[in-house]
């Protein structure tokens, strides 16, 4: 049976190498001076959607040349060499456009806080590429496979190193902590790491490098860093919703997560053990998704470029792209099942996910409203954990959060009782129909509740604790 590491390793990314790094300057600054979806994604009547595709693309493809000819690299050399004309591309540019594309997906799913603006440009255009129509336009296929852990280990014939015991020393990640000697830890994963590339290079007679088996060593515990990063906050949600609030009776009025239409912007009314378990069950169920983060995501980018047509339509948030997700909705469903078979009592509220509608248009939407969940949740842990040690090291920030909360365990509490309730309590939608229980809007609430907190009496504290914004850095 496949372990688990074998199984994760198939949707592992591979770590961008020196090369391929500049292959994504490259690919950013041409998607950053392409005009590709605003000339694509619009009502006009006058111009043939696919003749605008094709041009748009074409005018892509020449950005990236005219970069790469720039940057002095040997392909761009060997594309104008071997380039046929303006029209058509050899096996060679070919393999190189190709690579350029994929260096970019490759990236985005690694860094997902990266090429906010740019990513999703790159996926309508790869999108429309993907068309049997649009391939014969413009000569080539522009879309390869990821290169993943997987990939490389089995071209390399050396997938056993997945399960050799030596691998989890070789990608730990090495914090300072007290009692914990860093320079030690340090010592021992780097002699893990390089016995396990000059012994598996060996068993590999030449099929791959040490320098790529480092970079797959590498890969791996970036792997485990993001999951870390990106589970921890729900995890410690999950851990502060136990801590703080009973799930059955509250142990004080303020305690209370009850819920009632129409009362505060909530859509739903919920008892408090109903709305305790709401949240518990929608944390647990993001837990998940977290956790099987990169499965999704290669399954979502699947569903976008396999080749079939979308609908343009005004879904209400603009002119979207409306495609069927089948194999990420089926992941999402199986995630679904398995935390719906875990939980105690009755699931509480909708079971509904939405996908291909006007709430979910596509699997690159599904995609960036999940990325939103440690976006929203970290912030607001960090804050709770941060404020005791910002009182203490304070005094008249002290003074003020008992004056105004009656101390900090008040604070921490009024925070997090505003959130579980308000943070799920259905809002977020346009109209009455929209939003609600369904899973993806259960997020919705969430964002909702993040967009008013300047509105909150407890702003100041998260101002003091750093806060600056749930959304991150559009520009990076």
Known sequence: MESTLASRSRYIPMRLSTTE?????????????????????????????????????????AIISGLVVAADMRDGRRLLARAHDEDEHSAESADLFQSVFEVGRRFKIMSPDKMRTTYGKLVHALMDCATREMTHAIGFACIEPIQTVHGTLLHGGVLELLDDPRLPVATRQVVSAAGVDAAREAALKAEACAALCAEYAARSAGRVTEAELQRVLLSIGDANAFLEYNRRPVERALELLHANFSPRAPAAPDLSLAITSGRDGARLSHSHPMQFA????????WNEIMSEFYRLWTLAEEDLLDGHHYRLRDTGQGLQ????????????????????????????????????????????????????????????????????????????????????????????????????????????????????????????????????????????????????????????
């Open 21 to 61: 790094r500049a292959k994504l300057v490259v690919l950013e600054a041409a998607l950053s001076a392409s005009e590709y979806t605003d000339v694509v994604d619009v009502m006009d009547f006058r111009t043939p959607k696919t003749q605008r595709m094709v041009d748009g693309m074409r005018d892509l493809l």
């Open 321 to 476: 792209r409306v495609k069927d997700a089948p194999k990420v909705s089926h992941a999402m469903h199986r995630l679904l099942a398995k935390v719906q078979a875990s939980v105690s009592g009755q699931w509480v509220g909708s079971a509904v996910v939405h996908m291909g509608d006007t709430d979910v248009p596509n699997a690159l939407v599904f995609i960036d409203k999940y990325t939103q969940v440690p976006r929203i949740l970290r912030p607001i842990v960090d804050t709770v954990d941060s404020l005791p040690a910002l009182c203490a090291s304070d005094a008249s920030i002290g003074k003020w959060v008992d004056k105004e909360f009656g101390g900090v365990g008040a604070l921490q509490r009024n925070i997090l009782a505003d959130f579980f309730r308000h943070g799920f309590d259905g809002s977020g939608a346009n109209n009455y129909y929209d939003a609600g229980s369904c899973i993806d809007g259960r997020l919705t609430s969430a964002w909702n509740w993040c967009s008013r907190l300047d509105k909150k009496p407890y702003v100041l504290a998260f101002r003091l604790a750093g806060h600056n914004g749930f959304d991150g850095d559009f520009s990076r």
């Open 278 to 285: 709401y949240v518990e069950q929608s944390l647990r169920l």
